[in-house]
């Protein structure tokens, strides 16, 4: 049996007719950028997330960089996020200008560690970046408390948590603004390049609307330096077809997360946690052994196609060194990154699927294979 990371043919084949329809209209209203289909998106993705406000851009670095850019955050100003994410986060504040201020991991969800956040708070900090990695927020409610107290700016990185929950509301409706990414494998996906900012502050995303177009709200003229964010109507109109199936396809995700969960509790494998008061979405099924390397490799020769998100942290990466940070800084991120391995994961997949891929990490894991071998 083969089994990919992720398949978007088996999502794509029921929606096909919708979406070719929808593109062609687009194409022969030749209206291709901040038409009837991103306006609707905007309306439609921001009421999913129970924000006020909308604003369709070109994918999730640059949504989290207008952001930053928009609260005013620039040179000089430290954002503090974490380490354990994809690079995106980290060059978003970098691109705005600012530092950014690593904070250490939970080891169980793999999410910020909350306490540790006040800590790294200097006169320069403007605003926290909390990072919903794999599909689960973090925690919220001490964190907005914090910045509440010290006059921060909480911007969510919720590239990877389409529809999560904290304590019943969701992604994008939990900081003052959050960004999103429609990567194409992400639980809501664009067939190229895609991204969203959602915000209840309608200052806020007035500049943000300013910033995606060139500084502009009338053509030509340009209030402030902004850059090419914009959203094209052909995403739009593929993200439409497919937003209607977002709640429905997490609910599969999180059966599918159920059903591993089940069959790896008894093998020496850490399954993921979800916290009390998360409704966690399982972007990525992320699980943690010290033999990673060799089992990736021995469910490869299976037919079973895995992956690691991430196997360096942002705090130790070439592009970054001048930051500064030396390996043992970051404890908690360091250890979880030679330790985690992402399952084959999408709505998609079968029971079948689910079993054989957990029987042969049940195979490696208590029958054989020593370390090294
Ligand atoms: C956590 C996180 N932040 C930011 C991004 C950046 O999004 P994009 O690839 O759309 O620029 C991603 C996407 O891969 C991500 O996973």
Known sequence: MNVPFVDLRKQYAPLKDEILAGIEKALDGMQLFLGENVQQLEKDFAQFCGAAHGIGVGDGTVALQIILRA?????????????????????????????????????DTCLMDV?????????????????????????????????????LRVVEDACQAHGAEYKGRRAGSLGDAAGFSFYFSKNLGA???GGFISTNDSELAAK??????????????????????????????????K???LADWNTARRDHAARYADLLKKLPVKTPVEASGSRHIYHLYVIQTARRDQLQAYLKEQGIFTGIHYPVPIHLQKAVD???????????TERVTSEILSLPMFAELTDEQIEYVATHVGKFLTEAVPVGS
């Open 71 to 107: 609260m005013g955050i620039g040179p000089g100003d430290e954002v503090i996020t974490t380490s354990h994410t994809f690079i995106a986060t980290a060059e978003a504040i970098l691109l705005a200008g600012a530092k950014p201020v690593f904070v250490d991991i939970l080891p």
């Open 115 to 151: 306490s540790q956040v006040e800590a790294k708070i200097t006169p320069r900090t403007k605003a926290i970046l909390p990072v919903h990695l794999y599909g689960q927020t973090v925690d919220m409610d001490p964190l907005m408390e914090i910045a509440a107290r010290h006059g």
């Open 191 to 193: 067939y190229g390049e």
């Open 208 to 241: 943000i609307r300013m910033i995606r177009d060139h500084g502009s709200n009338v053509r030509y003229h340009h209030e402030m330096v902004g850059l090419n964010g914009r959203l094209d109507e052909v995403q739009a109109v593929v993200l439409r077809a």
């Open 243 to 245: 937003l209607p199936h």
């Open 322 to 332: 001048y930051l500064g940070y030396k390996p043992g800084s970051l404890p908690v």
